[in-house]
């Protein structure tokens, strides 16, 4: 266990980051913590899933190598971009100079971090952030990273190591707090939580237990998407393919079809009937902004004991364009 240096991004740093539980990878299993058997309560429950998260399955996956990747988006190369940038600017803030450095702290919690320093007996980590727009508070999923980046340093220091940890949101204009060569960025101190860190090291372990080290593919859980190669299904998707395309044309057909008879019929009272076509005139009154009324009346009222059961609808959508009708 201890600090080692290496490039990140590089070959090197890849192959070490595939061989453990990373910083990026630990929300995911907080979010399905239960769903993947961890029968252990998150002191600090998740409130929201991000429309991004990816799935312990989809996690394994790519640790077995069977799924490549997760491809670099914009948030994190314009990171990259001001990371050097906006770590001597955390580290003049906090008066200590930040380093990244990866953290081995025993399988599977091998955690790289974006700075780090260790003055005086106790340590200091940063997490460097890009978000698109400014942050005005700092988002559950980084709290859970940072956490997991404590609960590793901890691991390798000792339990009784004092930790400072700050997350910089940094930005290519002007808007945030402290400016540092044409940049600025906004620090978001982490307060430590203990009991969470020693959570997620439990849960990452028995991710890495149960399901990594046994070659096992998790539950699936919303999100994840199944694979169908057998025949049957095949054929029964490519009957809904031309059957969707054929009712996609038809609705087109009947569009323009209702186009062209309306303006045939122009402006009438009543009804116009003609060739087994009847047009019908009805007045219909607007409906009522019920939005609008709760907000207006019952602005603080409750609404959720009055909910119907909720239902479960299957949506199919034709993802293709590979239909031909023969």
Same mark, same amino acid.
């Given at each position: 266990?201890?600090f080692?240096t ?5 070959p090197e740093?890849?192959?070490?980051r595939g061989?453990g539980?990373?910083?990026?990878e630990v ?15 998150n002191?600090?429950?998740i409130?929201k899933?991000?429309?991004w998260?990816?799935?312990p399955?989809q996690l394994y996956?790519?640790k077995k190598?069977l ?9 994190m190369?314009r ?5 050097s940038?906006?770590?001597v600017?955390?580290?003049?803030a906090?008066?200590?100079e930040?380093v990244?450095v990866c953290?081995?702290a025993?399988?599977?919690w091998?955690?790289?971090?974006d700075g780090y ?11 460097i ?5 400014r942050w005005?508070?700092?988002?559950e999923y980084?709290?859970?990273?940072v956490?997991y980046?404590s609960?590793?340093v901890?691991a390798?220091l ?11 949101a940094g930005?290519?204009?002007d808007?945030?707090?402290h400016k ?8 978001f101190p982490?307060a430590?939580?203990?009991e969470?860190?020693r959570w ?6 028995f991710?890495?237990k ?7 593919e998790?539950?699936l859980v =919303? $999100?994840? *998407?199944?694979?169908?190669e057998d025949?049957?299904? #095949?054929d029964a998707a !490519? &009957?809904?393919e031309?059957a969707? +395309? ?11 079809a209702?186009?062209?008879l ?8 009543g ?5 087994n076509?009847r047009?019908?005139?009805?007045p219909? =009154? $607007?409906? *009522?902004d019920?939005?609008?009324v709760?907000?207006a #009346?019952l602005?603080? !009222? &409750?609404?959720e004991?009055?909910? +119907?059961?909720g239902t ?12 031909t009708d023969d």
């Open positions: 266990m201890g080692i290496l490039e990140q991004g590089s740093w890849l192959k070490w061989g539980v990373d910083v990026s929300f995911p299993l907080a979010c399905w913590a239960p769903e993947i058997g961890f029968k252990e309560p002191p600090r429950p409130t899933l991000p429309s998260l990816q799935t399955a996956r790519r190598g799924e490549p990747p997760v491809v670099v988006n914009a948030n190369a990171g990259n971009r001001l990371g940038v906006i770590r600017g955390f580290g003049e906090f008066k200590a930040m990244p953290v081995e025993g399988s599977p091998q955690v790289s971090l320093a260790k003055p005086n007996g106790s340590a200091i980590i940063l997490e952030k890009a978000p698109a727009r005005l508070e700092l988002p980084v709290a859970c990273q956490a980046e609960a590793a901890r390798v000792g339990k009784n190591v004092k930790i400072r940890a700050g997350v910089t930005y290519e204009t808007e945030g707090e540092a060569d044409g940049l600025s960025f906004d620090i982490v430590e939580d203990v969470f860190e997620l090291l439990k849960l990452t372990k991710f890495w149960t399901y990594i080290e046994k070659n096992k998790p539950p =919303k $999100g994840d *998407v199944t694979v169908r025949l049957p299904f #095949l !490519a &009957d809904y031309v969707f +395309k054929k009712l996609e044309q038809a609705s087109s057909d009947l569009d323009s209702r186009t062209a309306l303006a045939e019929v122009g402006e009438f009272v009804a116009v009937a003609g060739g076509v047009l019908t005139s009805v219909r =009154k $607007g409906s *009522v019920y939005k609008k709760m907000a #009346l602005p603080d !009222a &409750d609404v004991p009055y909910r +119907k059961a479960t609808t299957v949506m199919v959508k034709v993802t293709g364009d590979t239909v």
